[in-house]
Structures are given as C-alpha cells and as structure tokens.
C-alpha cells in the first residue's frame, strides 16, 4: 500500500535563510509526487510535482523538490525563506497504476519562517 | 475563472444526524475527489468520482455516499452522524480521471456535537 511519510511535525526557519521540509514515500509502483500548501482557513493549494524526468522539480513562488529514488524521497526546499512561507505544507504520493486520483497525504509540516 | 466552490463552508450537526455537502467543480473538469481532512491531520481520500460513475473509494463505511451529476456537480452524504466525523471536508476537481494536479475548494467545515 501507499504512504508517505513527513518527519517533522514542525519546522522553523530564519527569514533569508534556507529551507528544508523533508518527505519520504512507499509505494508498488512508480511514484507521482506532489506538494501542496495550505494557509489557514483555505483549501490545498498545488506547489509542484514529479512525475518523470528530471530529478529537480521547480515549483510555485520559488519552491523546488528533489526526488531521490534510492531514498525513496522528496523533499522541499528553497533557497531563501520568506515570512509569508509560513504555513502548512503536505506532500502526497498517487501509485501510477492507480487509474484514479486517489493521492494519499502525509500529516503535514507547519512551518514556521521567523522575522 | 471561478475555482471549486464548496456549500455550506460551515455547518453544526448533532449525532444521528444526516448531512448532505455539496461541490462545484472548476469549470470543463470531468473528476470530483471527496477528502476528509481531521485536525492535525493529513487530507484523507474518501471518494473519486469521474463523468458521473464512482472510481475510486477511501477506507469509509458506508454511512458515507456520494454522487456526480451531469453538470460534473457533487454531493457528499454522510448519515448517522457521529462525533468523529467533525472534520474538514475538502472537495477537489481535476480535467481527468487520473489528473496530475487537484483544484481544492476551501472547504466545509462539519461539527457533529
């Protein structure tokens, strides 16, 4: 069966300074990865993904992920973190032989960038 | 364009109850999803839905239903209310069944007391 896993309840961060947000994964076959966001009150929003191809993925408002196949992971990054970065960040994972949209979530990664 | 659009976004049940929530999805997008989505917790897959016939089913009893209508709309229905229901519900359309990215709507936020 498909997991995913987010380490880290919560994760702060100076402002300027990078960040990381770490996810790992389980699946049969091969994986779609996502990211989404959510801010208080509002619905997921969409960040990036992985499908195939290069292993860096670049994403909404300065937002990259690295899937590592051997580690079986994917994590979020970004260079220099901005406060209004502060929110609750999911990664998700749907198994490719799935011919429906169910996308399996982790718990989530508050993240916190300090002023 | 108008995004998902969720109704009601708030709503108080007591137990026993039965409560109907209602999506509509992005303009031209065939695939509903249903997600519950619990405090401190990760969005749970309850329902897919795509040109109106189920695809696939979460780990739900079956006091949870859902349906597609012919305009791509979607009700969820939950009956027999209990307490652990309270929780977010999160409706979420795509173009296809097998979408590469979900549109989520804001939400409807359920209290069963």
């Known amino acids: 069966a498909q997991s995913v896993a987010q380490p880290e309840d919560q994760v702060n961060v100076a402002e300027g300074n990078p960040l990381t947000v770490k996810c790992t994964y389980s699946v049969s076959g091969n994986p779609y990865l996502f990211w989404y966001v959510q801010y208080p009150n509002r619905g997921l929003q969409f960040l990036l993904k992985y499908i195939t191809g290069d292993n860096l993925v670049k994403g909404s408002y300065g937002f990259e992920a690295e899937f590592n196949k051997s580690q079986t992971s994917f994590h979020l990054k970004k260079p220099s973190a901005l406060v209004s970065d502060s929110a609750l960040y999911f990664c998700a994972v749907r198994d490719v032989p799935n011919r429906d949209d169910k996308i399996i979530f982790g718990k989530g990664t508050r993240l916190h960038i300090l002023p | 364009d108008a995004g998902v659009t969720q109704s009601p976004t708030h709503l108080i049940k007591t137990r026993g109850q039965h409560v109907t929530l209602r999506c509509s999805p992005i303009?031209?997008?065939?695939?509903v999803s249903w997600y519950q989505q619990v405090l401190g917790q990760g969005p749970q897959f309850i329902f897919q839905?795509?040109?109106?016939?189920?695809?696939g089913r979460g780990n739900f009893p079956d006091r949870f239903s859902a349906r597609q209508f012919p305009n791509y709309s979607s009700e969820l229905n939950v009956n027999a209310l209990l307490l652990g229901d309270s929780a977010l519900y999160l409706c979420?359309?795509?173009?296809?069944?097998?979408?590469?990215?979900?549109?989520f709507g804001s939400g409807t936020q359920l209290s069963v007391l």
């Open positions: 979420a359309s795509s173009l296809a069944q097998n979408g590469e990215k979900l549109f």
């Open positions: 303009s031209g997008h065939k695939s």
């Open positions: 839905y795509y040109e109106k016939e189920e695809r």
